[in-house]
C-alpha cells in the first residue's frame, strides 16, 4: 500500500453502502428523495445528556465527497458494479440537505442531531462518516464536560495524545475536548488545525539529564522565566522536589520579580501531596504559584481529591478522558425516517424492533427545546413532524415515546428549534463559529440545564417527547408493521 497517497475521506464508507448504492442507481431509485437521523439511544456512563460535538468535520467531509479514478479502479476490480454506476461516481457530488444541532448543545436520547434528505445514494453513503465524527467527538466532549464540572472551575487540560486510539482520536478529540470545556491541550498539531491552546514545560527526562534537580529547576527557570513549571515528583516530592522548586525560584526567579509559577506532581497521593506542598509554598512566600496534577485521572477521582481538600489548581487528564475509558462509545446510528413518493408527498418509515428502546421515530421531523420563562432552565425536548407549527400562546401536551401512559402539559415556556439548516441543495449555508464561540455557547447551554440533570450518579431524567401528530402516526405505524 502506497502510505504517501493521501487517503480520499469518501472512501471511508461501509462497503454495504456501496453495494446498496449500486442497487438502488439500478432499480431507478438513485434520485428518490430519502429521509435519515442520526440519534443515539444511550448517554455515556449512565449521563443526565451528551454534549454535540463533530459537525465541523462532517462540513469538511460534505464538501469534499468526491472519487478519484484510483478509487473507480479499485471498485471495479470488486467485480459487483454496473459501468453506469462507475460512471455516475465519477462526477459524484452532495446535492442534498442537512440539518443540525449546533456543536456544543447538550443533546439527549432518540432525538436527531443529524437530519440527511437527500437522494438515495448520497444519503447512504454518506452514513459512516457521520456517525464516526458525531460519535467520537461527542463521545470526548461529554466526558471531557464531565471531568470539567467534577474540577469545578479549577483548570483542566487534555493530556492524553500518547493513549488516544488512533491519530485522528488525539487531534479530533483534543478538539471535542475543547469543546467540554477543557482550556487546552498537550496536542500541538490540535492548536496549529483548530485553535486549541497547546501547551507544556516539562518531563521527568528534563530533571534526569543534568547532574541534579536544582540545576535542572534553575536551568528551566532562566530559560522560561514567565512559564516555570516544574515537575517535582522525580526524586521525593517533599523531601528535594519542592524544597529545590523554591531553591530554583528564589535564586531565579525573584531578582527578576517574577511571582507566577507552579510546580507539577504526576504521582504519588495527591490529596496529601499537594496539601504539604502548599504550605511549603506559602510559607516560604510563594503564595501565587500554582499546583497542578496528573496521572491517570476522570471526573471520580478529581471530585474525590477534592473532598479530601487537596490543594490543587490545575488537572492535566490524559487517557481516562480522550479514550473515554469507563465508556469509550457513544452509541449513534442513522436510520432512515422517510422517503418521497413520485408525487413529493413524504411517506414516513419506522424500524420496530422487541427491544422497545430501539423502535425509531418516524417521519421528516422537526426538534425543539422548551425553557422555563421565569428560570431560563430547559424543561423538555419536543419532536414534531415538519409541517407542525407551534402556537407559543399555549400550553404544550408532550407525549412520552416510550410509555404511553405519560404526558407532559407545559406553560408559561419559551421554545428554541434545535436543528439549525447546514447544506441547502448541496450548498453549505451555515456559518460556521469558531472553536472558541462553540466552547462559550457550550458553557451557556450547559447553565440551562437544571443541576439535576447535571448529576454524575442517577440523574433526574430529561423529556424528550413527541407531538400528538407525531406520536399517532408512530402507532399507526407500529400497528401496521406489528
Known amino acids: 500500500m502506497n502510505t504517501e ?116 445514494v448520497q444519503a447512504q453513503l454518506i452514513e459512516t462518516f457521520a ?14 464536560s464531565r471531568v470539567v464540572r467534577a474540577a469545578k472551575g479549577r483548570v483542566v487540560l487534555e493530556f492524553g495524545s500518547r493513549r488516544a486510539q488512533g491519530t485522528d482520536g488525539a487531534i479530533t478529540g483534543a478538539r471535542a475536548a475543547y469543546i467540554g ?61 519542592v524544597p529545590d522548586a523554591i531553591r530554583a525560584f528564589n535564586e531565579v526567579l525573584k531578582p527578576l520579580g517574577i511571582t507566577k509559577c507552579g510546580i507539577r506532581l504526576d504521582s504519588g497521593d495527591m490529596a496529601y501531596l499537594t496539601r504539604e506542598a502548599r504550605k511549603m509554598l506559602d510559607d516560604a512566600g510563594w503564595t501565587e504559584c500554582q499546583i497542578s496534577v496528573s496521572n491517570s485521572l476522570d471526573e471520580y477521582i478529581i471530585q474525590d481529591l477534592l473532598l479530601q481538600d487537596a490543594k490543587i489548581d490545575m488537572f492535566g487528564v490524559g487517557e481516562r478522558m480522550i479514550t473515554a475509558r469507563s465508556e469509550p462509545v ?74 404511553t401512559w405519560k404526558r407532559k402539559t407545559l406553560t408559561n415556556y419559551t421554545v428554541r428549534e434545535l436543528q439549525v439548516p447546514i447544506f441547502l441543495n448541496g450548498k453549505l449555508v451555515y456559518q460556521r463559529p469558531s472553536l472558541q464561540e462553540i466552547q462559550t455557547f457550550c458553557a451557556s447551554e450547559l447553565d440551562t440545564l437544571w443541576d439535576e440533570i447535571k448529576r454524575f450518579d442517577n440523574p433526574h431524567a430529561y423529556y424528550v417527547d413527541l407531538s400528538k401528530k407525531l406520536w399517532d402516526i408512530k402507532q399507526n405505524l407500529l400497528r401496521q408493521n406489528g
Open 5 to 120: 497517497k493521501k487517503i480520499n475521506m469518501t472512501m471511508l464508507c461501509d462497503f454495504y453502502e456501496l453495494t446498496m448504492g449500486n442497487g438502488y442507481f439500478q432499480l431507478g431509485y438513485k434520485d428518490r428523495i430519502t429521509y435519515f437521523d442520526v440519534f443515539f439511544r444511550n448517554v455515556p456512563d449512565n449521563g443526565g445528556f451528551a454534549i454535540c460535538a463533530g459537525l465541523d468535520q462532517l462540513i469538511d467531509y460534505i464538501e469534499d465527497l468526491h472519487f478519484d479514478e484510483e478509487d473507480i479502479t479499485y471498485l471495479r476490480s470488486k467485480g459487483i458494479f454496473s459501468e453506469e454506476f462507475l460512471n455516475y461516481l465519477k462526477n459524484f457530488n452532495f446535492t442534498g440537505d442537512i440539518y443540525a444541532i449546533p456543536e456544543g448543545t447538550p443533546i439527549f436520547p432518540r432525538e436527531p442531531v443529524v437530519t440527511v434528505r437527500a437522494p438515495a
Open 131 to 144: 456517525l464516526l465524527t458525531i460519535n467520537h467527538q461527542s463521545l470526548i466532549a461529554t466526558k471531557a
Open 181 to 241: 470545556g477543557c482550556k487546552g491541550t498537550a496536542c500541538t498539531v490540535s492548536d496549529e488545525l483548530y485553535g486549541v491552546p497547546a501547551g507544556g514545560t516539562m518531563a521527568h527526562a528534563w530533571v534526569q539529564m543534568f547532574n541534579t534537580e536544582l540545576e535542572a529547576f534553575k536551568a528551566y527557570c532562566k530559560i522560561y522565566p514567565t512559564n516555570a513549571t516544574l515537575l517535582v515528583d522525580t526524586y521525593n516530592t517533599l523531601k528535594c522536589g
Open 330 to 403: 457513544f452509541g449513534g446510528v442513522y436510520k432512515l425516517a422517510a422517503v418521497e413518493d413520485e408525487q413529493g408527498n413524504i411517506v414516513p418509515k419506522i424500524k420496530v424492533s422487541e427491544n422497545v428502546s430501539k423502535i425509531t421515530n418516524p417521519h421528516f421531523k422537526k426538534a425543539y427545546r422548551f425553557f422555563d420563562k421565569e428560570t431560563g432552565k430547559a424543561l423538555a425536548d419536543y419532536l414534531c413532524v415538519h409541517d407542525e407549527v407551534i402556537d407559543k400562546s399555549k400550553p404544550q401536551e408532550l407525549f412520552d415515546p416510550l410509555a
